[in-house]
Nanobody, 116 residues
Framework: QVQLVESGGGLVQAGGSLRLSCAAS????????MDWYRQASGKQRELVAR???????DYEDSVKGRFSISRDNAKITVYLQMNSLKPEDIAVYYC??????????WGQGTQVTVSS
């Protein structure tokens, strides 16, 4: 069974930084996209950042220039470096992985709270 385990969330002051990590226990097939989503209270889950197997990245407009996604294919791990955090970044952050067979997997979510 594939499990994604997230870490790195927490409470930080506005302007501070956090680094999220998400490691897969195993993958039976090649992992294509690795993503981070977030869901704020009362809102829909939204895509924050995506990285392809070849390292191409894409970001939601509000986090461009502040967040950076990276991955380690050998460790089946994806990271999200979050700098200059704002109160509007408060949400539960979820990692997501899509393999080459079209199977997708989700992490359990990690809370990010930013105090103003």
């Amino acid at each position: 069974q594939v499990q994604l385990v997230e870490s790195g969330g927490g409470l930080v002051q506005a302007g501070g930084s956090l680094r999220l990590s998400c490691a897969a226990s195993r993958m039976w097939f090649r992992v294509n996209a690795m993503d981070w989503y977030r869901q704020a209270s009362g809102k829909q889950r939204e895509l924050v950042a995506r990285i392809t197997r070849h390292g191409n990245t894409d970001y939601e407009d509000s986090v461009k220039g502040r967040f950076s996604i990276s991955r380690d294919n050998a460790k089946i791990t994806v990271y999200l470096q979050m700098n200059s955090l704002k109160p509007e970044d408060i949400a539960v952050y979820y990692c997501h992985m899509l393999d080459s067979m079209g199977n997708d997997y989700w992490g359990q979510g990690t809370q990010v709270t930013v105090s103003s």
